[in-house]
């Protein structure tokens, strides 16, 4: 349909918007951005939550504060942490900007550059969203078998041959419910990157997706085309959560 979204009308174009879509140039980078920035946040998320799940179920002083801070990113508005995180990397006063001149290294411009823009906005995301995985992680961790465990150790099994043989496969209902949700968490991420870019640099260095499904529909008023990117995308959602339920099966058939 071509349709603005202030118009009582809409025009019915057939399949134009489609083909308007997978023949843009604008496409291309899009979906990069998508891929790269999905990809990293929830491999990101995942492994740095695992890593301090693990930290973190041991018998340490302090440890429960320490749970509380790394859970409260997730907890906070997305809009918040972003407009936080622009003075963090801010190219002439940030926090990081100090942080490499004290080792001699320039910082670079991630408010223009369109590699650094994307790694400033996926950062920032996976330091929000690690609080998810680490507690899912964590819960999974305290329900596991202690009978292994101790079994393990009676064998005389290396720190790594425990965590490979022993606690990973019974981590791997969790990984594989995180894997789908943090994916669909990370695919529906807006607020961060309106908040610190606005898609930029350079028109849509760090638009995804779904920010192209705002810029379409309440920007340029193109409810029509909005809606078309909004279709494409779930069906690609659709289908990887139809490959990810396939080879969890397929594993625990194994």
């Avoid at 980078?29 to 998508?34: A, D, E, K, P, Q």
């Avoid at 606005?198 to 849509?204: A, E």
């Amino acid at each position: 349909m071509n349709w603005n979204i202030s118009s009582p009308t809409a025009t019915f174009i057939g399949l134009d918007n489609y083909r308007e879509w997978f023949t843009a140039e604008a496409t291309r980078t899009i979906v990069s951005n998508t891929v790269i920035f999905t990809v990293c946040s929830v491999a990101g998320s995942m492994l740095l939550g695992l890593g301090l799940a693990l930290l973190l179920d041991q018998k340490l002083r302090g440890r429960n504060l320490v749970r509380s801070f790394m859970f409260a990113p997730f907890v906070i508005s997305g809009a918040a942490i972003g407009v936080a995180f622009q003075f963090v990397f801010d190219p002439q006063f940030g926090l990081i900007k100090d942080l490499l001149a004290r080792v001699g290294v320039a910082a670079p411009d991630f408010y223009q550059q369109q590699g650094w823009a994307l790694f400033m906005v996926t950062l920032t995301y996976i330091w929000k969203n690690m609080g998810y995985s680490f507690v899912i992680y964590l819960a999974a961790l305290q329900g596991r078998r202690a009978d292994l465990d101790e079994a393990a150790e009676i064998d005389g099994a290396s720190g790594w041959t425990h965590f490979r043989k022993v606690l990973l496969p019974q981590l791997r209902p969790t990984t594989f419910f995180l894997s789908i949700t943090v994916l669909l968490n990370s695919v529906q991420v807006f607020d961060i990157i309106n908040v610190m870019t606005r898609g930029g640099p350079v028109g849509i260095g760090t638009t995804t997706l779904v920010y192209q499904v705002y810029q379409e529909t309440f920007v340029n008023s193109r409810a029509g085309y909005g809606a078309t990117v909004a279709t494409i995308l779930f069906v690609c959602l659709l289908v990887l959560t139809v490959v990810q339920v396939r080879i969890m099966d397929r594993g625990q058939q194994a």
